[in-house]
């Protein structure tokens, strides 16, 4: 099992790693979701999200979520092949919550090193683009 801290990653690089752990079979449970950072301008990023969510027929779909939460497990969906049994079965595996839930408080986190914000560049939060959609 792996135990991530999605606190100042960027979303797109975290999603990759995550994606490509849980198709190796591993368990991974991701933490601090709202902390996770777009980068690029926030006014077209919002302006994007805003265009997925209204999207499609609210009645039919396509769906698109909200929460900080479920806007990683979506981007973390949309890296494996979630159609296929083999992808379905790796979706099962992966666990995304906004903040530290009470079971996981005496675990350690790890970071990814290639997913780090280094602050050169405009960004947006999850939990930001979840406040305003």
């Known amino acids: 099992m792996k135990y991530i801290n999605a606190e100042n990653q960027v979303l797109g690089r975290l999603s990759s790693i995550v994606a490509k752990m849980i198709i190796e079979g591993e368990q991974v449970y991701v933490v601090n979701a709202e902390k996770a950072v777009i980068i690029g301008n926030p006014t077209s990023i919002l302006n994007g999200y805003r265009t997925k969510r209204a999207r499609g027929d609210p009645y039919h779909g396509p769906f698109f979520p909200r929460e900080s939460e479920k806007i990683l497990k979506r981007t973390v969906r949309g890296m494996i092949s979630y159609k296929t049994s083999r992808g379905r079965e790796a979706f099962k595996r992966l666990k995304v919550f906004n903040s530290i839930p009470t079971d996981l ?15 050169e560049a405009k960004s947006i939060t999850l939990g930001r683009i979840s406040e305003l959609i």
Do not use: Q, W
């Open 105 to 119: 408080v005496g675990k350690e986190f790890d970071k990814i090193k290639g997913a780090e914000n280094k602050g």
